[in-house]
């Protein structure tokens, strides 16, 4: 089926070669200094270096149309233990090189067939949450996870409070991040409604349940007054074994005088083994982008919460810990061609071990962007942050990155 999709992909823009499109970018960034403050370790200079090409293409042939992107990356990491004496680093690398593309049809404005193998998704609800809230300088200050500009908005780092599922939530918790493996129908019956059903076929996994796995989302889009969205996002991910992790997202976002605000609430469906029954936090999340006359202000706020996993058995059930994100951009604009940003991060985790003990993170990061993001721009900035959560390790670091589109 894969073979199939690039094959077809091909077709579509060969087509009509000389109306293809095409664009490309360049980026990358490395730490030119950076080390980490506790009473074991010293400072390390250099490490955790990322880089990445694009090349993508699209087309349009009456009714059908095609896009394709190839990506090369690579990254090498610095992988610090800062409580051995002397502090050990073992340097590791990776590179990487993935095609994507999708394919649509669309035999009348109101009805869309793709097929789709697309990691940015589709039909994403998200505004200004996800990747929209930091945008093209996340991409680039990406050394490591934890060293991200970006790391809120997805989930993954270990959370230190406690709790069977560890794991800190992000953004995408609360906002559905898209679509973006296989094939989909939208449809607009009207003008304010759409609906799209996605199914995942080219995930073995998934294929033996392909209906309970299916994406179902609902849109209404109301102008001026903003938007509603509700999505289910199947994942039934074993052909004999009612092994359910869906997610259910609400999303509304809508504009008040100069601001924009988005709204999203997200869950994931219980999970059910023999052993135990996993109860997924409820999240809850907003973003808003204040456009004020001398700066502007960019605030996302998360709060996940009520998860618990219950065992059999003697085992004593565990309560996931109360989760709080909270993260904050001014920017303003120094020159016509130099911007700087005061990004602000805060996390707290509140456990549920009797005491109610709260631990908090910070994540600082101001930088600097010289030119213009559209074609050629330079980042510098400096990053403080804890290790984790729960740590009293303080780790700085001073990227420098590019980001060049043609």
Known sequence: MKKLLFILLAVSLTANAYAIDLSAQVIGAFNAFGGTFNPNAFDQVGGDEHGRVRIEGSAEVDNFGGWFRLQGAFTIVDETDPTAEPVEVERLGNTSVNAYGHI??????????????????????????LWGFHGIAGDVFKTTDAASLDK???????SSA???????????SAFYGGFSDGAFVSITPIEILTINLGLPVFDEAKTGNMLLSATLQVV????EKGTIGLTYAGDLNKKDVWDDASSLYLYFNTTIGKTVFDFGFGTKFA?????????YPISLGAAAIFDLEKMDLKARLLMSA?????????????????????????????????????KGGLTVSVADSGENRATFGIDLFPYI????TDTVAFYTGFNLR??????????WSIPVGISINF
């Open 104 to 129: 649509w049809y669309k035999p009348i404005d109101q009805l869309a067939f793709y097929i789709t193998k697309n990691p940015d998704g589709h039909w994403g609800l998200d505004g200004n949450a």
């Open 152 to 158: 809120f908005s997805y989930s993954g780092s270990l």
């Open 162 to 172: 406690g709790g069977a599922l560890a794991v800190r939530p992000g953004f995408n």
């Open 220 to 223: 209404l889009n109301l102008g």
């Open 271 to 279: 999970e059910k083994t023999d052993t135990r029954t996993i109860n």
């Open 306 to 342: 009520l998860g618990s996993t219950q065992f059999s058995g003697d085992r004593k059930d565990e309560n996931e810990p109360l989760e709080i994100l909270a993260e904050i951009v001014p920017s303003f604009a120094l020159t016509e061609k130099i911007t700087a940003y005061l």
């Open 369 to 372: 962007v010289f030119g213009d």
């Open 386 to 395: 804890n290790r984790d959560v729960a740590s009293d390790f303080i780790t």
